[in-house]
């Protein structure tokens, strides 16, 4: 059983046809087909049917197939390993950043680590606070940097930063026209909600008096991206994180410091051996200077906190 064959296999599953598998690996059709009756005869069974004009795995093939995808996934795997033992990659980095972070700051954090790491291959993955959590209890990830990560064994966490959520609306929106927004004016505007926004909303009795006049929340988002986005409409409100204003300011969306003040508690995230590798510690403090340029150069409501 060879690679190839396990390529032409799981191609063929995946277009229905041998003329489609072809032309990715760039042969023959017959070529193609010569590979498939090979690890037919490997494997001891068939592995196709015919379906019209193309193919359709048999139930041995289908069930071979689940185990082939993830046994090429993993061969792939070892063959980029081997270029990069070849070109003398001396480590390899998978980093979790969500998503608002990988966009404002991650790239000067990269130019800057490169530099002095030439040979560190690093994995991006843009991942939300659930998703971070579970690859690191799957230990799947070398670095991460996210708000809200729960303790786990195994796992420690660094204090990154604290940025305070504004308020975002279109430039014609009433609320621009305020130097600084309270919960209570937000009375009777369309608030975009967003899970666990009640941090953002508190319930004193001031508030309370508001019964009938609160802020409705029509639409609900998890998306930053897509919650400053929606305030092309000129009616709605965001309560949003700071780092992905900028994007969104060139769009006629401004924003307002919002009171009463909630900081959002962004951390990096480790297995406990990285905790004082010095290539883990210099790339915290990357992000540390590029945090503190980003904010600086956008007028933005974040404190980076000093390495501990």
Request: charged share 20%.
């Amino acid at each position: 059983m060879t690679f190839r064959q396990l390529q032409a296999f799981l191609l063929v599953v995946r277009t229905g046809t041998l003329a489609s598998a072809a032309d990715t690996m760039g042969l023959t059709q017959s070529g193609v087909s010569r590979l498939i009756a090979e690890l037919a005869r490997n494997v001891g069974f068939e592995l196709f049917d015919k379906a019209g004009r193309g193919v359709r795995p048999t139930a041995r093939g289908l069930a071979f197939f689940n185990v082939a995808e993830g046994v090429y996934d993993n061969a792939q795997t070892l063959q980029r390993v081997a270029a990069e033992i070849r070109e003398g990659v001396n480590d390899r980095i998978r980093l979790a950043c969500i998503p608002t972070i990988a966009t404002a700051v991650l790239p000067a954090v990269l130019e800057g680590f490169h530099l002095k790491y030439p040979n560190v291959f690093i994995d991006i993955l843009a991942q939300q606070p659930p998703e971070m959590i579970a690859s690191f209890g799957s230990r799947k990830l070398d670095f991460g940097v996210t708000v809200g990560f729960c303790q786990m064994d195994g796992v420690q966490t660094l204090p990154f930063a604290q940025a305070d959520y504004i308020v975002a609306v279109h430039a014609e929106h009433v609320l621009a026209k305020m130097d600084v927004v309270t919960s209570r004016d937000l009375a009777g505007h369309s608030l975009i909600g967003f899970e666990n926004d009640s941090v953002l909303l508190p319930n004193d009795d001031e508030t309370r008096l508001l019964a009938g006049e609160k802020a409705s929340k029509r639409i609900w988002c998890q998306s930053s991206w897509v919650r400053y986005a929606l305030l092309s409409n000129k009616r709605h409100v965001n309560i949003a994180e700071p780092f992905s204003f900028p994007l969104f300011a060139p769009h006629n969306v401004v924003a307002r410091p919002y009171l009463p003040k909630v900081a959002a508690d962004l951390r990096f995230v480790l297995p406990a051996e990285h905790m004082f590798v010095p290539m883990y510690r210099d790339l915290c403090e990357g992000f540390r200077r590029a945090t503190v340029a980003f904010a600086a150069q956008h007028d933005l409501p974040i404190r980076v906190a000093q390495e501990p």
